[in-house]
């Protein structure tokens, strides 16, 4: 699906996008917060792809949802994501952290839709400037 043809805001179920995010985090490992936090993204061509958050004992290396998000992204056979919703265990909104943000920016360029009523580019403004990949 080239970039013009993205589904507009209207067109991306956001119910399910955040059900599947809830979902994906009851598979977190969080043994040290116990803040569990699922993601849920839409991809251009279709897929649904998610992720929870892995800590670790030494903190510093614990992984966000939206990190296992990215990496299912690529491990399904890449594309741009068109949106992305983040959520704790109780299916509340949550926002992507600094770094996540900066993922997100990657994975689905600056116009990729944020829990409904923001974007990557609203939430990451002066954005480290990348070129992205052609498909
Ligand atoms: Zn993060």
Do not use: K
Request: hydrophobic letters at 40%; glycine letters at 10%; a negative charge.
């Amino acid at each position: 699906m080239p970039d013009d043809a993205a589904p507009s805001n209207t067109a991306i179920d956001w119910a399910e996008l955040r059900a599947r995010a809830h979902e994906a985090s009851r598979t977190a490992y969080a043994p040290y917060s116990n803040f569990h936090v699922g993601a849920a993204g839409l991809v251009d061509d279709g897929r649904i792809v998610t992720g929870c958050n892995v800590e670790n004992a030494s903190y510093g290396l614990t992984l966000c949802a939206e990190c296992a998000l990215v990496c299912d992204l690529h491990r399904g056979g890449g594309g741009r994501l068109v949106a992305v919703t983040v959520t704790d265990a109780d299916g509340e909104l949550l926002a992507p952290c600094g770094r996540c943000r900066q993922l997100l920016l990657e994975a689905g360029g600056p116009d990729c839709a944020v829990n409904e009523n923001t974007t990557v580019a609203e939430l990451l403004p002066g954005a480290f400037e990348f070129p992205l990949p052609q498909d």
